[in-house]
């Protein structure tokens, strides 16, 4: 019986193992063509330029939410 226990425990780790692998895989796997990192990083640009006049947010806000912007544009949208 304990090796029963034994048997299912390392089944269950195998199995959580394999999930997050393919979690992980998955997540590295998104990819994003040229053309749409590039029309990404035109309305970022375009928000960062114009988003203000808007008048959507405060200008404390719209400064926030654009240096958040540009630290994404530039981890994840640069070559």
Excluded: C, P, W
């Excluded at 394999?18 to 053309?35: D, V």
């Amino acid at each position: 019986m304990v090796i029963l226990y034994i048997a299912i425990a390392l089944l269950a780790i195998s199995v959580l193992l394999l999930a997050m692998a393919l979690y992980y895989l998955i997540r590295r796997g998104t990819y994003l063509s040229e053309k749409e990192k590039e029309f990404i990083t035109f309305v970022i640009d375009i928000f960062v330029e114009y988003g203000d006049d808007l008048g959507i947010q405060s200008k404390d806000e719209h400064q926030k939410i654009s240096k958040e912007l540009e630290k994404i544009k530039n981890k994840h949208l640069r070559k």
